[in-house]
C-alpha cells in the first residue's frame, strides 16, 4: 500500500517537473530575453497573451505550408493543357495570329505567321513602315526600314535564338522536360487583383520565362522573359 502511494507521488513529482519545464520552455521561446517578476497570476496572464500569438503564428505557418502542397506543378500544367486545347494544336501545322502591341500609350499593329516546323514570320507596322522578322528554320533574318535599307538583313546570332524560340507552337510550358527545358513552381500570386501561379521556366538555352497562369481559368494572364 505504501509502495502504491510512493509510486503515485513519484508520478505526480515527475507531471509536475514536466509541467515546470514546459513552462519555463515556453517562457524561454516566447519571451527571449525577457525578466518576468512579481506573482504567478501577473505570468500567466502574460504567457497567455503571448500564446495567443505563439499558436497564431503556427496556424499560419502549417496554413501556408499546406497550401503550398497543394500547388501542384503537373496538375496546373494539365489543366493548363486542356483549356488552351493542346491536343487539337498539335495536329495544327499553320498559325495565323493578329492584333495590336501598345508601347508607351501607341499602338502597333501586327501580325505573326507559323508553320511547323520551326518556321515563323513576324510583322510590325511601325510608323507607316514594316518591320519584318522571319526564320525559316535554319536562319533568321529581319528588315528594318528605318535604318536606312529595306534588304534583308542576317540576324546576329542572339537575335536568332529569340525568333526561334518564338516559332515554338505550343510554347515552353508543352513537353517541356522533352525540351530540356525545368520547370518550377514558385507558388500563388497576385497579378492586376487576379490570383495566379507563378511558373519558372528555365529553357535550355539558358534564358528564363516567367509566366502567370489565371488561377481559375488555367490561361496565361502575364509573361516575362
Not at 522533352?178 to 497576385?190: P, R, S, T, V, W
Amino acid at each position: 500500500m505504501h509502495d502504491k502511494i510512493r509510486e503515485k507521488t513519484d508520478r505526480q513529482s515527475i507531471i509536475s517537473v514536466k509541467s515546470d519545464q514546459l513552462r519555463q520552455d515556453f517562457t524561454n521561446f516566447a519571451l527571449p530575453n525577457t525578466n518576468i517578476t512579481g506573482n504567478s497570476n501577473n505570468l500567466n496572464m502574460y504567457l497567455m497573451k503571448k500564446s495567443i500569438y505563439f499558436f497564431l503564428t503556427i496556424a499560419i505557418f502549417y496554413s501556408t505550408r499546406v497550401n503550398s502542397q497543394e500547388l501542384k506543378l503537373d496538375d496546373i500544367l494539365g489543366k493548363y493543357y486542356t483549356t488552351v486545347g493542346v491536343d487539337k494544336m498539335k495536329e495544327w501545322q499553320t498559325v495565323s495570329t493578329f492584333g495590336k502591341a501598345n508601347f508607351q500609350g501607341t499602338d502597333y499593329p501586327f501580325h505573326i505567321y507559323m508553320k511547323r516546323p520551326g518556321k515563323i514570320r513576324i510583322e510590325v507596322e511601325i510608323q507607316n513602315m514594316k518591320m519584318v522578322q522571319a526564320f525559316d528554320g535554319q536562319v533568321g533574318w529581319s528588315v528594318v526600314p528605318w535604318s536606312g535599307s529595306t534588304a534583308p538583313q542576317v540576324m546576329t546570332a542572339d537575335e536568332t535564338k529569340v525568333i526561334k524560340d518564338q516559332a515554338d507552337f505550343e510554347g515552353s510550358l508543352y513537353n517541356w522536360k522533352e525540351k530540356g527545358h525545368k520547370a518550377e513552381l514558385i507558388g500563388k500570386e497576385d497579378v492586376d487583383g487576379s490570383p495566379v501561379y507563378h511558373i519558372k521556366v528555365t529553357k535550355a538555352n539558358g534564358d528564363i520565362d516567367d509566366l502567370f497562369l489565371d488561377a481559375e481559368n488555367y490561361v496565361i494572364l502575364k509573361g516575362t522573359a
